[in-house]
């Protein structure tokens, strides 16, 4: 069965701190793989991972794809408060022709001052 | 519109009634998603539309569930005879592109408590 699996669930760290989170999949005919950020409402987007080994980086945060070993990873560093939020991840792929977004069950970070 | 609208916002309904939450997808966006997200979870896939056209239905969990767009552009998530299980955030999603999902832009989601 296609899977999303995120780890840790849960994560408390303090300011300042740097964090990594993990991402693994398994699917078939693998076409993207996306990060979230979820704080009180919408996810909002934060990268779209195609290729392996290509970092995407936005400010503090960035993220890196590993096809062979089906894993990614969100490194934020010098964390702030307002990076507390769950994180998901979301693998696209095709099943039967039509595409799919299935997604992890999410990190929640705590960043306490 | 600037963003996905998505109405109401929280509905409480009794056991047994049915209910219908609507989607208005950012303006010219191809892709409608419909994801059910219980807490402390990630989005559960139930549907999703390129344009009028609905691809997958795989994620409804029983016949109760249905959804349409008509018109491609607003959609409908209908759940007859609502059960206490159904409770959870229905969130809608739309993207820019048909063939390949890209970025989804959320909705705030309508949270559903069935009593």
């Known amino acids: 069965e296609d899977k999303v699996v995120q780890s840790p669930l849960s994560l408390v760290v303090h300011e300042g701190d740097t964090v990594t989170l993990n991402c693994s999949y398994e699917v078939t005919n693998f076409r993207s793989l996306l990060w979230y950020k979820q704080e009180k409402k919408a996810p909002t987007f934060l990268f779209m991972l195609t290729s392996s080994g290509i970092e995407k980086k936005s400010g503090r945060l960035s993220s890196i794809l590993d096809k062979k070993e089906l894993f990614s990873i969100l490194n934020i560093t010098a964390t702030q408060t307002g990076d507390s939020a769950v994180y998901l991840c979301?693998?696209?792929?095709?099943?039967?022709?039509?595409?799919?977004?299935?997604f992890g069950q999410g990190t929640r970070l705590t960043i306490n001052p | 519109g600037a963003g996905v609208s998505q109405s109401p916002r929280y509905k409480v309904t009794k056991r047994g009634q049915d209910v219908a939450l609507r989607c208005d997808p950012i303006?010219?966006?191809?892709?409608l998603y419909w994801y059910r997200q219980a807490l402390g979870q990630g989005p559960e896939f139930l549907t999703y539309?390129?344009?009028?056209?609905?691809?997958?239905k795989s994620g409804l969990p029983n016949d109760r569930f249905s959804a349409e767009r008509p018109e491609g552009s607003i959609s409908t998530l209908t759940i007859q005879r609502t059960e206490q299980r159904d409770s959870a955030m229905y969130r809608c999603a739309s993207s820019s592109t048909g063939t390949h999902t890209g970025e989804l832009f959320f909705g705030e989601g309508s949270r559903l408590t069935v009593l």
């Open positions: 979301a693998v696209e792929y095709l099943i039967q022709g039509a595409q799919k977004l299935v």
């Open positions: 303006s010219g966006h191809v892709s």
């Open positions: 539309f390129n344009y009028e056209a609905q691809q997958d």
